[in-house]
């Protein structure tokens, strides 16, 4: 093989090898795992954390933002979440839904995580599908019986259901957690929930919406999150109930590892190209 | 001619100035019930006119289908597979209930499959795109592909196994984009406030469907 050739496929490789490089990279952890140790950071240890410390009778309002384009991210984290909290007796939970396809993964989810016992209208309610964005969100903040016209997902009235007889206006709950499809709906969330109502404010963003998140942090305007599948595992971890994110970290790892070598191979073949003049 | 253009212009650009002055007010000031009523409902009547934005996404669908199919565009098949499925989809839901049984079973193995893969095949495009564009041809670059590379080890659970050094530089790296991301931050919410103000006071007529004046 020519120097030509080398150079040819360190910078020109052809697109079917490097696709079929990856899908074995991250195929072969999930076949065979090997276990790498993980561990819990911050973001994780304080979300969970929190929801330990909430006292017998505490209410969570949880805006379930559920979208096509970003469940296979988020949704391992919001499964987690939804988990941690039905799996806690003491905890009552209101869910609504600001995405049209919050509905069917609410349920998807709800019918995975399990209930734990909790009974539906008097440990839990789910509201559907609210349209209007930030109107929404701020409406539902005011007077949460008004914004969904008095009743639930199901079309029962709420004066039906015990648990929303506490319930009027953000003012009533202890927690409010959000599963947002980016960062305009965190920003929605701050505004209409967190800064009116001083309400402790967790959310379980993108990953790569995360470093947008910091200065809110220190601001105390968030309290905290977990995004992106490694934290999900991380709270996995912590409930210790292995589950989907955690059996992904093996090919999670050799994959971020695979594209490292990628681009250092992108870049000495382009360096090597330059010295020689065949690259400008 | 005078009335059209109250109808078009003055009337809207009334209807503006009084929903964000009342909604402005409810926000800032200690108003009285009445005002803070009419602020709520605002809020709910802006949660009913964007539930019509389903409806007209819904005739712009079956507009803009509708028409490469009659006019037999390129890949105009695909329309009537996208219709095909459209009705299905229209037809369980309203017969059965978007969260029955039945609407689950479509959901579960037509959409999230599809889905899945179409966003898996996303990922591995990016990975080849990385391959292909990620190279230092300059200093700016460089210092990208050094941030992103310790972003991409640090974040893997195997980069604190190999080494507990390469988290703390990814979390580090954090504090170069805070820097920028406060800055961008605050220069933008000064703009939504200067676009607000010329919003309310009728200066911006970008939004009534006209470039502004």
Same mark, same amino acid.
Request: hydrophobic share 50%; aromatic share 12%; glycine share 10%.
């Given at each position: 093989?020519?120097?030509? $050739?080398?150079?040819?496929?360190?910078?020109?490789?052809?697109?079917?090898?490097?696709?079929?490089?990856?899908?074995?990279?991250?195929?072969?952890?999930?076949?065979?795992?090997?276990?790498?140790?993980?561990?819990? @950071?911050?973001?994780?240890? +304080?979300?969970?954390?929190?929801?330990?410390?909430?006292?017998?009778?505490?209410?969570?309002?949880?805006?379930? %933002?559920?979208?096509?384009?970003?469940?296979?991210?988020?949704?391992? %984290?919001?499964?987690?979440?939804?988990?941690?909290?039905?799996?806690?007796? %003491?905890?009552?939970?209101?869910?609504?839904?600001?995405?049209?396809?919050?509905?069917?993964?609410?349920?998807?989810?709800?019918?995975?995580?399990?209930?734990?016992?909790?009974?539906?209208?008097?440990?839990?309610?789910?509201?559907?599908?609210?349209? +209007?964005?930030?109107?929404?969100?701020?409406?539902?903040?005011?007077?949460?019986? @008004?914004?969904?016209?008095?009743?639930?997902?199901?079309?029962?009235?709420?004066?039906?259901?015990?648990?929303?007889?506490?319930?009027?206006?953000?003012?009533?709950?202890?927690?409010?957690?959000?599963?947002?499809?980016?960062?305009?709906?965190?920003?929605?969330?701050?505004?209409?929930?967190?800064?009116?109502?001083?309400?402790?404010?967790?959310?379980?963003? *993108? +990953?790569?919406?995360?470093?947008?998140?910091?200065?809110?942090?220190?601001?105390?305007?968030?309290?905290?999150?977990?995004?992106?599948?490694?934290?999900?595992?991380?709270?996995?971890?912590?409930? $210790?109930?292995?589950?989907?994110? *955690?059996? %992904?970290?093996?090919?999670?790892?050799?994959?971020?590892?695979?594209?490292?070598?990628?681009?250092?191979? +992108?870049?000495?073949?382009?360096?090597?190209?330059?010295?020689?003049?065949?690259?400008? | 001619?005078?009335?059209?253009?109250?109808?078009?212009?003055?009337?809207?650009?009334?209807?503006?100035?009084?929903?964000?002055?009342?909604?402005?007010?409810?926000?800032?000031?200690?108003?009285?019930?009445?005002?803070?009523?009419?602020?709520?409902?605002?809020?709910?009547?802006?949660?009913?006119?964007?539930?019509?934005?389903?409806? =007209?996404?819904?005739?712009?669908?079956?507009?803009?289908?509708?028409?490469?199919?009659?006019?037999?565009?390129?890949?105009?098949?695909?329309?009537?597979?996208?219709?095909?499925?459209?009705?299905?989809?229209?037809?369980?839901?309203?017969?059965?209930?978007?969260?029955?049984?039945?609407? !689950?079973?479509?959901?579960?193995?037509?959409?999230?499959?599809?889905?899945?893969?179409?966003?898996? =095949?996303?990922?591995?495009?990016?990975?080849?795109?990385?391959?292909?564009?990620?190279?230092?041809?300059?200093?700016?670059?460089?210092? !990208?592909?050094?941030?992103?590379?310790?972003?991409?080890?640090?974040?893997?659970?195997?980069?604190?196994?190999?080494?507990?050094?390469?988290?703390?530089?990814?979390?580090?790296?954090?504090? =170069?984009?805070?820097?920028?991301?406060?800055?961008?931050?605050?220069?933008?919410?000064?703009?939504?406030?200067? !676009?607000?103000?010329?919003?309310? =006071?009728?200066?911006?007529?970008?939004?009534?469907?006209?470039?502004?004046?």
């Amino acid at each position: 093989m020519s120097r030509r $050739n080398i150079l040819d496929i360190l910078t020109d490789a052809d697109p079917r090898w490097i696709y079929l490089l990856c899908l074995t990279v991250l195929s072969a952890p999930l076949i065979f795992p090997v276990g790498l140790p993980l561990v819990v @950071g911050d973001n994780a240890r +304080g979300f969970y954390t929190y929801i330990e410390s909430l006292p017998e009778g505490s209410k969570v309002a949880f805006s379930w %933002g559920a979208d096509s384009m970003t469940w296979m991210e988020q949704g391992l %984290g919001a499964t987690v979440i939804l988990k941690h909290l039905m799996m806690n007796p %003491g905890i009552k939970i209101v869910a609504f839904s600001n995405m049209a396809q919050g509905p069917l993964y609410w349920k998807m989810t709800l019918e995975k995580v399990g209930t734990y016992g909790k009974e539906y209208g008097v440990d839990y309610v789910y509201l559907g599908y609210l349209p +209007g964005k930030e109107a929404m969100f701020a409406a539902v903040a005011a007077d949460v019986w @008004g914004a969904c016209g008095g009743k639930d997902a199901y079309g029962k009235s709420l004066e039906d259901l015990p648990l929303m007889s506490d319930i009027h206006s953000a003012n009533d709950f202890d927690l409010y957690i959000h599963l947002p499809n980016g960062i305009d709906p965190v920003m929605i969330s701050i505004r209409q929930w967190q800064m009116p109502y001083e309400i402790p404010f967790y959310c379980i963003p *993108l +990953g790569a919406v995360q470093s947008s998140l910091v200065s809110y942090r220190k601001t105390g305007q968030i309290s905290g999150w977990i995004g992106s599948a490694r934290e999900a595992a991380e709270y996995e971890l912590l409930m $210790n109930s292995p589950g989907l994110a *955690l059996s %992904g970290m093996d090919a999670q790892s050799f994959g971020h590892i695979f594209i490292i070598v990628l681009i250092i191979i +992108g870049n000495v073949g382009y360096f090597i190209k330059k010295s020689r003049g065949i690259e400008k | 001619m005078k009335m059209s253009e109250t109808l078009k212009t003055k009337i809207p650009k009334l209807i503006i100035f009084l929903c964000g002055v009342l909604t402005i007010a409810d926000l800032y000031l200690n108003v009285p019930v009445s005002v803070h009523n009419s602020a709520i409902t605002l809020q709910k009547i802006a949660m009913v006119i964007s539930a019509f934005s389903i409806g =007209l996404g819904v005739a712009s669908i079956l507009t803009h289908h509708g028409g490469a199919i009659m006019r037999r565009t390129g890949g105009w098949y695909f329309s009537i597979w996208l219709l095909v499925l459209f009705a299905i989809f229209a037809i369980v839901g309203f017969a059965y209930g978007p969260t029955s049984d039945q609407y !689950m079973w479509l959901f579960n193995n037509i959409f999230v499959p599809v889905n899945q893969t179409m966003y898996s =095949l996303l990922g591995v495009f990016i990975v080849y795109a990385l391959y292909r564009t990620f190279q230092a041809k300059n200093i700016e670059v460089g210092v !990208m592909i050094v941030v992103s590379l310790f972003t991409l080890i640090g974040r893997a659970p195997i980069g604190g196994y190999l080494w507990s050094g390469f988290p703390a530089i990814r979390e580090w790296c954090k504090i =170069l984009n805070l820097g920028g991301y406060r800055a961008f931050i605050i220069v933008s919410a000064i703009g939504a406030v200067a !676009m607000g103000i010329r919003v309310l =006071l009728g200066r911006e007529t970008s939004i009534l469907g006209r470039g502004g004046e």
